[in-house]
């Protein structure tokens, strides 16, 4: 099952980003797809709905095909 979250917005990232977590390990979207996040989530980083996700998308210009293609950690 994929989670989402919303990292606290900052100068860079006035909307936050966008953090997925499968299997326990953590993906922030970047412009060339999902990123690996190593260690623990962002702290500050709060919970968001599917729906959320996409809202956010849309909002930023992304592609929502792109919530579809969260990695799944190798050895799983």
Same mark, same amino acid.
């Given at each position: 099952m994929t989670r989402y979250?919303?990292?606290?917005?900052?100068?860079?990232? +006035?909307?936050? %980003?966008?953090?997925?977590?499968?299997?326990g390990a953590s993906y922030v979207l970047a412009p060339d797809g999902w990123d690996h996040l190593?260690? +623990?989530?962002? %702290?500050h980083a709060t919970s968001v709905s599917r729906e959320e996700a996409e809202d956010w998308?849309?909002?930023?210009g992304w592609d929502l095909n792109l919530l579809d293609e969260v990695p799944t950690p190798s050895g799983r």
């Open positions: 979250l919303r990292t606290e917005q900052t100068m860079a990232f +006035p909307h936050g %980003r966008l953090i997925a977590t499968r299997d190593p260690g +623990p989530r962002p %702290r998308c849309e909002s930023e």
